[in-house]
T-cell receptor, first 111, second 113 residues
Framework: AQSVTQLGSHVSVSEGALVLLRCNYS??????LFWYVQYPNQGLQLLLK??????LVKGINGFEAEFKKSETSFHLTKPSAHMSDAAEYFC?????????FGPGTSLSVIP | DGGITQSPKYLFRKEGQNVTLSCEQN?????MYWYRQDPGQGLRLIYY???????QKGDIAEGYSVSREKKESFPLTVTSAQKNPTAFYLCASSISRGREKLFFGSGTQLSVL
């Protein structure tokens, strides 16, 4: 069965600083990978999706993620954090008909 | 606007009571999912359905039941057998199977009285 790990349950960055949220998956074959964002008391929204077309995937709100097969990683980055980026971020992987989510990383942005 | 509607937003359950959470979508999606969210544990899959009148158990189906009588509706019943039901419940849908983007509702917070 697939599994997803996210290193760091909570990450704090200063406004304008680089955002790096880590995600590792367990699959031995290239999977479909996703990053979702959740704002307080809301559902999740898709940030970006990896489908093997390109290793660097650009998403909404200036976020991007790089797929590294050798490291089984799909880390999320944003060059400059904004206060509005404060939210919970989830990495997810497809497994057949299902989508398996990681435990999430809470991002705080310090003014 | 197309989307997923979950109701109610807040729900309280008494001990021994069954409660039903509603999920309706007008996106014409075949696949629908129920997830449970607990702090620090991410989302765990309860049940999912790919077509009408068919559904499969997810990782934590015990104490829950679902039905899929219509394409647009996928209600979740939290039964009295679920001893720790307090959580945030999220419904989602997608065009087809797990490789596609999930569209989420705004969630139902269930608490025990």
């Amino acid at each position: 069965a697939q599994s997803v790990t996210q290193l760091g349950s909570h990450v704090s960055v200063s406004e304008g600083a680089l955002v790096l949220l880590r995600c590792n998956y367990s699959s031995s074959v290239p999977p479909y990978l996703f990053w979702y964002v959740q704002y307080p008391n809301q559902g999740l929204q898709l940030l970006l999706k990896y489908t093997s077309a390109a290793t660097l995937v650009k998403g909404i709100n200036g976020f991007e993620a790089e797929f590294k097969k050798s490291e089984t990683s799909f880390h999320l980055t944003k060059p400059s954090a904004h206060m509005s980026d404060a939210a919970e971020y989830f990495c997810a992987v497809s497994e057949g008909d299902k989508v398996i989510f990681g435990p999430g990383t809470s991002l705080s942005v310090i003014p | 606007d197309g989307g997923i509607t979950q109701s109610p937003k807040y729900l309280f359950r008494k001990e021994g009571q069954n409660v039903t959470l509603s999920c309706e979508q007008n996106l014409n999606h075949d696949a629908m999912y129920w997830y449970r969210q607990d702090p620090g544990q991410g989302l765990r899959l309860i049940y999912y359905s790919q077509i009408v009148n068919d559904f499969q158990k997810g990782d934590i189906a015990e104490g829950y039941s679902v039905s899929r009588e219509k394409k647009e509706s996928f209600p979740l019943t939290v039964t009295s057998a679920q001893k720790n039901p307090t959580a945030f419940y999220l419904c989602a849908s997608s065009i087809s199977r797990g490789r596609e983007k999930l569209f989420f509702g705004s969630g139902t917070q269930l608490s025990v009285l």
